[in-house]
């Protein structure tokens, strides 16, 4: 059985967590002893590498059907949605066909952009693993209780089943540990529109005032927003009020049920890696990473992007 490059990032992932072979092959559905083969091929490294392991596979299938030179002509399309718009090499492919035309398979795609490496290192840097690291925490949170909280599974069903825009999830994304400036994130649940804005700190009052800046230049309602416990959104009430909203609340240490923010922060992460101080980033860089990933076509949509969903009710209505 043949790995995707989705797959193989997650054997990295589930690697560095210590997982079992068994237990890998249960969590990416395939036997055993895929993915004991699959580690045996790359046994003479330090460590599983799934760029690497995947340029492997790719060569290997190449060799065996033959790298067609009508392809060629594609390349410069491909390394300009590579390298401009950052689309993942199945955006670049799935969005050419919607447009219409004839276009390359995603695998040969790949080839094309690891082909040009030798001569652009860089372009490896464009290919995202938006891996998500879930450790055991050793000792339970310490934030304080925020009060008169309306718990998700209160949430309307309209929220639940994505069949309006106007649900939002919220989250708060950290740069560096010292208490700074921070990035306020909100994604709407049926459309993964965007909104972000940059707050001086993790504080109530800072996170607060942020929302509300954001409120004021957002395109869609607020129908509802789902927080985690983070002790930041104590200004829930502020916002019900302000915003005209209904403000729910996550269950502690369950970040699936906000999965739609959790994706989109790893989206950010493209642009914000971890560690990096928010301090001196510009509003005018974060509008435009905010209307980058807002023109980015999605596979959840069928490659429609969030702006194209929230401005043609035809495809909304689908």
Not at 7 to 17: A, M, N, S
């Amino acid at each position: 059985m043949d790995l995707t490059l989705s797959q193989r990032y997650k054997i990295e992932t589930y690697l560095e967590e210590g997982y079992s072979n068994s237990l890998i092959s249960d969590k990416i559905n395939v036997h055993k002893s895929t993915v004991g083969r699959e580690l045996k091929r790359c046994d003479h490294l330090d460590g599983y590498d799934a760029v690497y392991a995947h340029k492997r596979y790719l060569k290997k299938k190449c060799k065996q059907t033959g790298f067609h030179s009508s392809t060629i002509e594609y390349k410069d399309e491909i390394l300009s949605a590579l390298e401009v718009n950052q689309y993942s090499p199945e955006q670049i492919v799935n969005r050419k066909r919607l447009e219409g035309g004839s276009f390359p398979c995603v695998e040969t795609v790949y080839q094309i952009i690891y082909s040009q490496m030798s001569q652009n290192p860089s372009l490896k840097e464009h290919l995202r693993h938006h891996k998500k690291k879930r450790r055991p925490r050793a000792s339970k949170e310490t934030r304080g209780k925020l009060t008169n909280r309306k718990n998700i599974r209160t949430r309307p069903i309209e929220a639940d089943n994505r069949s309006e825009i106007g649900h939002w999830e919220a989250d708060v994304v950290i740069g560096t540990k010292a208490r700074s400036a921070v990035l306020v994130t909100l994604v709407d649940r049926k459309s993964g529109y965007l909104l972000v804005g940059k707050a001086n700190s993790k504080s109530e009052n800072d996170v607060g005032a942020t929302l509300l800046s954001m409120y004021e230049r957002t395109p869609i309602p607020w129908y509802t927003i789902t927080f985690d416990n983070g002790k930041e959104f104590a200004c829930h009430q502020k916002i019900e009020e302000l915003c005209n909203t209904v403000a729910y609340f996550a269950d502690p240490y369950s970040s699936w049920q906000r999965g739609t923010n959790e994706n989109t922060n790893g989206l950010l992460r493209q642009y914000f890696p971890k560690g990096q101080s928010m301090e001196d980033v510009l509003l005018k860089y974060i509008s435009k990473i905010e209307n980058k990933l807002n023109n980015r076509p999605r596979k959840r949509y069928g490659f429609y992007s969030p702006i194209e969903l929230i401005n043609n009710i035809d495809i909304n209505a689908a």
